[in-house]
């Protein structure tokens, strides 16, 4: 079937976000820790992030002006600091619970069952549970025009990860780690691996990466 | 294992591109269709696009500056029109190899044995194996100072779908549609739904959505 520009602008708005959140494809499913500069730590879930570039290691996050009280864009904007943390199947629902209205004094850790924790001298906080987890410091915010929207741009400080998981050539296994992945709003979906592939020449093709 | 920007500095550059662009998480694995102005048809699997907003549906994608000669930036810049097409386990070969350097005037379509379609009269080409394909207007471009990639804003004009991933509460069902994801930049998975959830309130729990 097909869907134009007038029926995507016709449809009830919650069906409509639903529609548009998960037609794209899968998306990360991270849980942001921050602390406000009042030492209150929040947790969000978000399925936003976005790899921007290697060197330097930057990742981009796209923050919905909708998400009021919007703590999450309010800590990063004050301290400079955030975790991108893993989700693993066992506790997607402590997750996705951390997108209830908590008031910024309530912290998301202890209502939804998750342990923080700290890293060295890393000032954001960690989910303890995540088996992979990334710090980041701001380094550019961009409000998008043409719908409001924050863009934060974060370089990469810190990664936590299992060593079993890291490969000679650098490669992550995510699907090994059991990271789960978003595919809408509420939905989470299990990565599983079907091949990685040889780099792409011309004249030759690709061969399975064993 | 802990590993710290001075750690990410050191790595050898591929090292580096493979464990940057696989530790963030799953990503959408999509064919980028286009015609240059000559009516050249390009097509390159990029595992870059996220999701901006619904309302009006728009959808970013972020194009690395390393990625010479550019073909499909170009062509987006120049006609203003792309297609996003999901990919399907059974051709997951052919659409890594779009990757490779293909000059200007040779159609990827036809070097890795994809077929292209229209729809409508939207101007880009579809890939024809794609069960899900979107179709998008050029609203926004930005280059970031940070590393020079450019990052591309579309408003979505037409979607394709099967009626039967399509949920009566606008929800697409891509893992029963079987669109794969990228973990990397070599590497493929197949998702597998876990569960949807209720919407998060304060003080009850995340149900499962039958």
Redesign the interface.
């Known amino acids: ?5 007038d029926d ?1 602008e016709q ?1 009830e ?18 849980l942001v820790g921050t602390n406000s500069i009042n030492g209150d730590s929040n947790l969000a879930v978000m ?14 996050l ?1 923050i ?1 002006p909708s998400e009021s009280p919007r703590h999450t864009l309010n800590n990063i904007l004050a301290t400079g600091y955030y975790t ?1 943390n ?1 989700v693993s ?1 066992q506790y ?2 402590a997750a ?7 008031p910024a004094d309530q912290c998301e850790f202890e209502a939804v069952g998750l342990s923080k924790k700290y ?2 001298d890393f000032s954001a906080p960690f989910v303890e549970q995540s088996t ?1 987890a ?1 710090g980041l410091k701001l ?2 915010e ?1 409000r ?1 025009a ?2 409001n ?1 924050h863009m934060i ?1 974060g ?9 079993k998981v ?2 000679d ?7 090994a780690n059991d ?3 978003a ?2 709003l ?17 004249g030759q ?2 061969k399975a ?1 064993e």
């Open positions: 079937m097909i869907i134009n520009r995507i449809m708005q919650r069906y409509r976000g639903l529609f548009i959140n998960s037609v794209l494809g899968a998306k990360p499913a991270l399925s936003s992030a976005f790899h921007v570039g290697a060197n330097p290691p930057l990742v981009g796209i919905r991108l893993h199947p997607i629902e996705h619970q951390t997108s209830a209205r908590y890293l060295h992979i990334l380094r550019e961009h998008l043409i719908n929207t741009i370089e990469i400080q810190l990664i936590e990860l299992p060593a890291l490969g050539d650098g490669f992550v296994d995510i699907a990271s789960i992945a595919t809408g509420d939905s989470y979906v299990r990565i599983q691996a079907l091949r990685r592939l040889s780099y792409a020449k011309l093709w690709p990466i």
